[in-house]
């Protein structure tokens, strides 16, 4: 009976869940960036290939997870990815005017 118990929805699982949406928006931007640089600086092909590999595997991995918790976790991951998406390209903005 106890192993078809729902995992805990309390806030704490998604505000962890929000952290986690953060890291993910950063690092998969992150990995986007070095994917972008290393695509452009005529390296080969290979180098951005596995960066783009790791970036969408780990998001997979992510959200996968989010899942199992339910709903608002996974929105919660979701919106944490936005967060950094926004925090993300206004850095980018910056840099390119300034």
């Known amino acids: 009976m106890t192993d078809q118990l729902p995992l805990a929805f309390g806030p704490f699982t998604v505000a962890a869940m ?3 949406g953060i890291g993910l928006g950063f690092a998969y931007f992150a990995l986007m960036r070095r994917s972008t640089e290393s695509y452009l600086a005529g390296g080969g092909w290979l180098a951005p290939l596995a960066l783009t590999v790791a970036r969408l595997g780990g998001a997979v ?5 989010a899942v199992h918790f339910g709903a608002a976790p996974l929105l919660a991951v979701f919106g944490g990815f936005l967060i950094a998406r926004a925090i993300v390209l206004r850095r980018v903005r910056g840099e390119s005017t300034g």
């Open 18 to 20: 929000l952290v986690a």
């Open 61 to 65: 991995v992510v959200l996968a997870v």
